[in-house]
């Protein structure tokens, strides 16, 4: 046995020893790539994809989570954080039906349900007003996901102290919601009045002018005022104020966001209302034919009077004046002559309007719209930006009132509308679940190994044509050599003889395997 490990040892060090440079380079750099190749195929098929299974609750839930995986024979990971747990992706949906059949998860989201389950009669009373307020707020913040547009909702909930005198003051509670809504969506009116009277309804003595509810871009939802009193106190100004604002912002967010992206711009809109409420009566008389200035006739009388012939010379003193001023009568020497009068009464009607005009307020005097996009020069080319500018000049233009604006207002456009393009450092979305990114590095091994690989596949396919090559010109050489013995009857050939020149030749052309020969024949003796 040593014999033989000594015969390979030997073997494979002449086989070594017998290679030209290039092809010991060859030997190492194919072994290693292979090595490698091996190595990354088995790391890469071996790994498991880790994918999200819950996310959202507390730690300590996590950890019940992870016991129970863990007593299952479960692999799991915890995101950075604490608040998720990642599991093997095809393992993902048996474990939520198995884990949700033994109550998982729990914490963090007690419903009524829970609430039947922990109530005993070993509860003290702020263990129960606990477990109440806990499965309370769930059941809002389920009724409120059933909202179209609600993919996700929190809701806090603050309750007075009951005082313990019948006559002290009962404080109203308060409710804090936040939801999580689909990019884009517009809640209406009603959406809007059916999420405060959820809240409202579930909650004693909480009113909803006691109601916050914002999303997750920090937009806030106010309830519809149905007052009709304009103007009555600067609260409400400020109100309608930041409604028209909300709107104009919202329009302008999802219309950009459409373009560019919703994470990528930023919107603000600021406007001055007019709040003027103006009462006035106007009494006013006007042609009913506007350009000849006439009116309808509604009665008409003419007059005429003709005279024809002599007549008596006119005499006599008037009554109205004296009689010895003769220069206030002319007395004439003939009554021969023509008389004409013609005399027309006319009674138009005229246009007689009466108005009683109210002028409403919230009139918009002036806007100005910032926008601020997430980019460089590169990003946001300036045709984008022009777009941009053009767009939000037109709705400056619609949704201001031209009179309450002024004639300086088209002037003065340029400097009322604001688009700036710079980089943005990002913001963390609470809602995002982690994700599972591979490295750089590991598309760097994988293409520096292709690159070997192909390397390796050159090199073979050469070396194997160069070694085709030298062995027809090895075997031409035998067949030549073949032909190039003696005369048989120079000498007398014998069974020794052609031995010797059997070795000879053997020794001449083949030097390595006449050595194995000698080595085999010394070891044997």
């Known amino acids: 046995m040593n014999e033989r490990l000594a015969k390979i040892r030997t073997d494979l060090k002449e086989f070594w020893t017998g290679r030209t440079k290039k092809q010991k380079i060859t030997y190492v750099v194919s072994a290693a790539a292979i090595i490698l190749i091996a190595a990354f195929l088995t790391f890469y098929l071996s790994r498991t994809n880790y994918v999200t299974l819950y996310k959202d609750v507390s730690r300590a839930e996590i950890g ?19 608040s998720a747990i990642l599991v093997p992706q095809e393992r993902v949906d ?39 307020l806990g499965a309370t707020q769930t059941e809002l913040a389920n009724l409120l996901k059933g909202i179209e547009g609600v993919q996700d909702a929190k809701v806090l909930i603050t309750l007075p102290k009951q005082g313990v005198f019948m006559n002290d003051t009962t404080q109203n509670a308060t409710a804090s919601v936040m939801l999580k809504t689909n990019p884009g969506h517009q809640f209406t009116e009603s959406q809007i009045t059916a999420l ?39 609260t409400d100004q400020m109100t309608v104020k930041k409604t028209i604002e909300r709107d104009l912002q919202r329009q302008i967010q999802m219309m950009l966001g459409t373009m560019i992206g919703q994470d990528k711009v930023i919107v603000s809109v600021t406007t ?8 006035r ?34 005499g006599g003193t008037p009554m109205a004046e004296d009689g010895t001023d003769n220069a206030s009568l002319q007395e004439g020497t003939m009554s021969n ?42 990003t946001v080319p300036a045709e984008l930006k022009g777009e941009i500018e053009n767009i939000l000049k037109t709705i400056a233009r619609t949704s201001v009132d031209k009179e309450a604006a002024g004639l300086n207002f088209e002037e003065d456009l ?90 000879e030749k053997m020794a001449k052309e083949k030097p390595e395997e006449f050595a194995k020969l000698l080595r085999t024949w010394i070891a044997e003796e």
């Open 64 to 82: 019940r989570i992870k016991e129970q995986l863990d007593s299952q024979g479960v692999s799991s990971k915890i995101a950075p954080g604490g």
């Open 94 to 132: 048996d474990l939520l039906v198995s884990l949700a059949a033994e109550g998982f998860p729990s914490s963090g989201a007690p419903g009524y349900a829970f609430f039947f389950e922990n109530a005993g009669f070993g509860t003290t009373d702020n263990e129960f007003d606990m477990i109440k």
């Open 196 to 234: 405060y009277n959820l809240v409202s309804n579930g909650v004693s003595n909480l009113s909803k002018e006691d109601i916050t509810i914002v999303n997750q871009y920090s937009e806030s939802f106010d309830l519809a005022t149905t007052s009709n009193t304009y103007g009555a106190s600067i």
């Open 272 to 279: 001055d209302i007019d709040f003027k409420l103006e009462n």
């Open 281 to 314: 009566e106007e009494n006013l008389v006007l042609p009913v034919d506007e350009e000849s200035m006439e009116g309808i006739a509604l009665s008409v009388q003419r007059i005429t009077e003709t005279f024809t012939g002599d007549g008596a010379l006119a």
């Open 337 to 378: 002559g023509d008389y004409e009068r013609l005399e027309e009464t006319v009674n138009n009607e005229v246009n007689r309007i009466r108005k009683e005009i109210v002028e409403s307020p919230y009139k918009i005097r002036d806007i100005g719209i910032q926008v601020m996009v997430d980019g460089d020069g590169d």
């Open 414 to 503: 340029d400097n009322k509308v604001i688009v700036s393009v710079q980089p943005f450092n990002g913001s963390a979305d609470p809602f995002a679940a982690p994700q599972t990114v591979i490295p750089l590095w590991v598309y760097i091994v994988g293409a520096v190994l292709l690159l070997i690989i192909g390397v390796l596949i050159f090199m073979f396919f050469r070396s194997r044509r160069k070694a085709r090559e030298m062995g027809e010109e090895t075997i031409i050489e035998e067949q030549l050599a073949t032909f190039d013995v003696d005369d048989i009857n120079s000498e007398l050939e014998t069974e020794g003889t052609v031995r010797r020149k059997q070795l």
